[in-house]
């Protein structure tokens, strides 16, 4: 396996989130890249995450060129989001911490510390941060097909496809078709919605 490259700093982490800056370093990093390896990744797919992962490690090692673009995705898009995907990957491992004989929740000379269900509540306040802003990178993709066109192209089987909706609305059909029924082939007499994304089928 490729040594792997954060995609933000610990510093940018702790500088743009309310995290203390007497944290450890390493347990930020662990957070960085559980963030970039399972919500990144999933997000854009696995093609996009390894262009960029490949990207900045060129650019770190030679100095490669990084053009406005992917600057652009790097600083406005991932940053935000991985700040905020890390923080809520961060918080069970600040509450409770894993020692040799034991898992410990400690207090401090200057509070106690919160139980679970508080660390669950300020958690699910990182989760709709990061929801915000991947909502806000894919907008931005989806708006901008010509200059990432990574997130339009498949990988291998193996690879993770990107995302192209965020929110999940609540509402859930089973079987659950992947695709809608061909005109006129739906349920009795039940209205069909084809979405834009088969605006280009043929004899839908």
Known sequence: MAAQILLISETKLKAYTTLNQNIDMSLLTSCIFIAQEIHLQ???GTKGYNYYQNLVRDNQLSGATISTADRTMLDDYFAPYLV??????????????????AITIGNTEQGTSIDIKGMSYLREIELSRYNFYAQRM??????????????????????MPPQK????????FTPGLRKPPRRNQGYGNLPSYWGPEYSRCVDC
């Open 42 to 44: 999933a997000l854009i």
């Open 84 to 101: 905020h995907a890390a923080a809520y990957e961060a918080m069970p491992e600040i509450f409770a911490r894993k020692m040799n004989k």
């Open 138 to 159: 894919m907008d931005y993709l989806l708006g901008n097909p010509s200059e990432y066109p990574w997130y339009y192209q498949y990988g291998s089987i193996q690879d």
């Open 165 to 172: 909706t965020q929110y999940f609305g609540g509402v859930w």
